[in-house]
């Protein structure tokens, strides 16, 4: 059973950075491939990033390449996203998920089984 929780979300003026986190309760973490995607008001949900079940293979949507990292402690049960550099176009509801099928650069939301609750960022001007 996989089960997850977002948290690190908050408001942050452009320029600054966040650090989001997600953690699995269950016990098959490192299982899955798992990714972060984002839907703004009035939007489409969106792809961020994703990373690979051992944490050596990553992808990144064309927006956020170069200032978001993804990584992730399977010791933890956790994925991270650290967002630098943020501006206002980033400002979404930020969901993690955990990915139902083998390959690895899936970038396509029906491709995450799982998904937490997301949680909100916010950048201002």
């Known amino acids: 059973q996989v089960q997850l929780v977002e948290s690190g979300g908050g408001s942050v003026q452009a320029g600054g950075s966040l650090r989001l986190s997600c953690e699995d309760s269950?016990?098959?973490?490192?299982?899955?491939?798992m990714a972060w995607f984002r839907q703004a008001p009035g939007k489409e949900r969106e792809f961020v990033a994703l990373i690979s079940r051992s944490g050596i293979s990553t992808d990144y949507g064309d927006s956020v390449k170069g200032r978001f990292t993804i990584s992730r402690e399977n010791v933890k049960h956790t994925v991270y996203l650290q967002m630098n550099s943020l501006k206002p176009e980033d400002t979404a509801v930020y969901y993690c998920a955990a990915k139902s099928i083998t390959y690895v650069y899936a970038r396509r939301e029906s491709d995450y089984a799982y998904w937490g609750q997301g949680t909100q960022v916010t950048v201002s001007s």
């Open positions: 269950g016990r098959t973490f490192s299982s899955y491939g």
